[in-house]
């Protein structure tokens, strides 16, 4: 049978408990295990002294917090994406030298290395989206794995690539 605890002690640690000290620094504190500052709160009546409804309250508040912040990156991931593509399909200008000098030269699309680079800008995002989005829990990821590849399918036929690459 343990020894029994001193009651300046004992005291010492109701007085803690009734201040609100965390039960693991009491337990600490006064070189006690946490089980017996449980047990004295309890003997004592304070059973709701080790309450984590508060601790649970602001976990549950702070993962609102976080699911509220990749809701609002997956917004300009998908934002960044669509002016992504909308670049791969715009008229692109360059300067060219040519015989009387510098020329503006404007192409119905962009040169293909360019192109692959804005699809490849846009593709990242769209993952990136798609992982928080998976995160979210809301099963979207299949949805967005679908459209990264329809996008590079239409990448390939707008530029004319053979399935082989030789395009």
């Known amino acids: 049978m343990p020894k029994a605890l001193d009651p300046a002690k004992r005291n010492a640690i109701i007085a803690d408990i009734k201040a609100g000290h965390q039960r693991n620094q009491i337990a600490r504190d006064h070189t006690v295990?946490?089980?017996t500052v449980t047990k004295i709160?309890?003997?004592e009546?304070?059973?709701d002294a080790f309450d984590r409804t508060q601790t649970e309250n602001a976990t549950r508040a702070r993962g609102i917090d976080l699911a509220a912040t990749r809701?609002?990156?997956?917004?300009r991931l998908y934002g960044i994406a669509g002016r992504m593509l909308d670049r791969?399909?715009?008229p692109y200008t360059q300067i060219i030298s040519g015989p009387a000098g510098a020329e503006l030269v404007t192409t119905k699309l962009p040169p293909l290395r360019d192109a692959q680079a804005g699809m490849s800008s846009a593709a990242i995002a769209l993952d990136k989206a798609a992982r928080l989005e998976?995160?979210?829990g809301d099963g979207k990821v299949d949805q967005a794995k679908s459209l990264l590849?329809?996008?590079f399918e239409?990448?390939?036929k707008a530029h004319g690539d053979a399935p082989d690459g030789s395009g």
């Open 33 to 35: 295990s946490g089980s």
């Open 41 to 43: 709160a309890g003997q």
């Open 45 to 47: 009546g304070l059973t």
């Open 71 to 75: 809701a609002a990156l997956i917004e």
């Open 88 to 90: 791969v399909e715009s």
């Open 134 to 136: 998976d995160r979210q």
């Open 149 to 151: 590849g329809a996008m």
């Open 154 to 156: 239409g990448l390939r």
